[in-house]
């Protein structure tokens, strides 16, 4: 069972392979050691956030050179993103998915004054941001509901309260989906949105999450208007899909490392052939996993237009996280008392992988109505 994959010819690169090597010298140091007990000690993942978004730069990849970002293009962002978030899914899913909403976000308002705004943040300090996707509601996109948009001069008046994607808890900067202009993104500062208690969770730990209330005027500068939408759904299933290549590939480790230590009736495992066949499944599902996601990463580097990409994006990213899933699902299956065991760290795989495939399918909303609308102090009184 391999459990490394040789990159498409369009997707090598030199840039690419140095951060990918700076992140996997990261998770050696910051993560590994720690496996077992970094779910239930938020301190030991905000430290290793802190190192990789600030100290390897990750928050700051397409920040402009001249304030201390990488400067990377869109030429070369695909690559960097699929090659660096396969690489941090293998060691924590949950820290590449607070990740992946900040360089997405950030993507998504390249070519505005809002780019500005976002850039500043992620070029002076730790930085978390929050998307706050369509709610459940109103029939305003796909059956879910925007945040109101209302122009008061040169200013414009949001307003919405729901659920954000992640880390609504403790992000500097929110990323509001709204109806300005069709649909639109808002850059809101961490102090204009009121914040409720925060949820608890089986996965993705290190994204701490809380319902938000958001009513704030923001210059009309902040809100990014056309299909900057699409392009943050787009990017963020890159990174997601990504991800979940890293995970299904940890997941083929564990298993692989496992039964080549397992011996029945004089043989080992890995030589009988139904556990060799469900081996061979949990390596499939990596396989296919991966090449979903260097296509998904090949085709951004074409001349295709948004609308497409978006589209496939989002069923990259369906069919990357349910693969992740199924390996671990599978891997767990074949390993038994050992695979659902914290310290075989699989549980923590199989964990995050299903959080992803939940979020990624917008009517895991329908389950939170009890809570958002009956539950939360927030929207009592």
């Not at 993705?204 to 005027?217: G, P, Q, T, W, Y």
């Not at 890995?270 to 599902?285: F, I, P, Q, S």
């Amino acid at each position: 069972m391999r459990t490394n994959f040789d990159p498409l010819v369009e997707l090598r690169s030199d840039t690419a392979e140095m951060i990918t090597s700076s992140i996997g010298e990261w998770a050696e140091k910051e993560v590994m050691p720690y496996r077992h007990e970094i779910d239930d000690n938020f301190e030991i993942a905000e430290k290793a956030m802190k190192k990789l978004f600030v100290d390897l730069g990750m928050q700051k990849l397409i920040v402009p050179e001249s304030v201390g970002g990488a400067g990377v293009g869109f030429d070369e962002l695909p690559p960097i993103l699929y090659h660096s978030f396969s690489e941090i899914g293998k060691a924590d899913v949950g820290i590449g998915f607070v990740l992946s909403a900040a360089i997405a976000s950030s993507t998504s308002a390249i070519g505005s004054e809002a780019f500005d705004f976002v850039a500043d943040k992620l070029s002076k300090d730790f930085c978390r941001i929050s998307v706050v996707p369509p709610q459940f509601g109103r029939d305003d996109f796909k059956g879910f509901e925007l945040a109101r948009a209302v122009e008061k001069g040169d200013r414009i008046k949001i307003r919405g309260y729901g659920r954000p994607l992640n880390s609504g808890f403790d992000a500097d900067v929110f990323v509001v989906f709204c109806n300005y202009d069709g649909i639109s993104l808002a850059f809101l500062d961490g102090k204009e949105v009121e914040r409720g208690e925060m949820v608890k969770t089986a996965g993705l730990m290190a994204s701490r999450n809380c319902d938000v209330k958001i009513n704030a005027e923001v210059e009309r500068s902040r809100v990014v208007t056309g299909n900057a939408w699409m392009r943050l759904e787009a990017y963020l299933n890159l990174c997601l899909s990504s991800l979940c290549v890293g995970s299904a590939m940890d997941s083929c480790r564990i298993v692989k490392d496992w039964a080549e230590k397992r011996v029945i009736r004089g043989k080992p495992l890995k030589d009988n052939t139904v556990d060799a066949a469900v081996l061979g499944e949990v390596a499939r599902e990596a396989v296919e996993a991966n090449m979903a996601a260097q296509f998904l990463a090949k085709i951004m580097l074409e001349d295709r237009s948004e609308e497409e990409v978006f589209t496939l994006s989002a069923i990259t990213a369906l069919k990357c996280s349910r693969a992740a899933f199924n390996a671990a699902d599978r891997a767990m299956e074949l390993m038994a008392s050992q695979g659902y065991a914290r310290e075989g760290l699989l549980e923590k795989q199989w964990r995050d992988a299903k959080s992803i495939a939940a979020l990624l399918n917008q009517q895991h909303s329908l389950l939170e109505l009890s809570e958002k609308f009956f539950g939360s102090e927030l929207w009592q009184g």
